[in-house]
């Protein structure tokens, strides 16, 4: 026979064990959130890139200087690969300088390669794109950039050619 000393026991048990079950789905749910959370990074790299910039102007090629410092900021490694999730920096192409305000792309760790792209606006707020594909080496600690080629499009279109140095931080 039930008395009403083990109602309430009983009765208690299935409040405690529900406030159990609630808060740790409530802790596993927060931490596989933070886990998935897309701004977080693994490691920033700062670059630092120089080369030339060249246009076609009716019929002819005209070079000029190009320099780019901007941010990366890097996910975790998958496999072979590593994503870019984020840019930011300036882009000066002959004097004119683009703010670069994302950008994203792939590094391709078994042929030491990288796919960039960038985005951004000037001061005109005009939007521009770069487009990168980089191969890459280490020496000396550093990561070098032996040769890089892209293109720079505004309403204009522009080859780039740059070498560049950068450095690696882990977060």
């Known amino acids: 026979m039930i ?7 009983a009765l208690i048990a299935i409040v405690a064990v529900t406030l159990v079950v609630a808060v740790a789905s409530t802790v596993i749910f927060a931490a596989s959130a933070q886990a998935e959370e897309p701004l977080c ?5 700062e670059v630092y890139a120089r080369g030339i910039a060249r246009q076609q102007i009716e019929n002819e090629t005209v070079k000029m200087p190009a320099e780019l410092n901007f941010t990366l900021y890097l996910g975790e490694r998958h496999g072979p690969f590593t994503p870019i999730l984020g840019a930011q920096g300036t882009a000066d192409i002959n004097g004119t300088v683009y703010e670069i ?3 994203g792309g792939k590094i391709f760790h078994r042929k030491d390669q990288v796919f960039l792209w960038l985005t951004g606006v000037d001061g005109e707020n005009q939007t521009f794109v770069i487009r990168l594909y980089a191969e ?5 600690g550093r990561l070098y950039v032996a040769r890089s080629v892209g293109v720079f499009k505004t309403d204009t279109r522009m080859w780039l050619g740059l070498r560049a140095k950068a450095y690696v931080f882990p977060e």
């Open 3 to 9: 008395t009403i000393k083990s109602k309430k026991k």
């Open 41 to 45: 990074y693994s490691k920033r790299v």
């Open 101 to 103: 305000t994302c950008g």
């Open 136 to 140: 890459y080496f280490w020496m000396g």
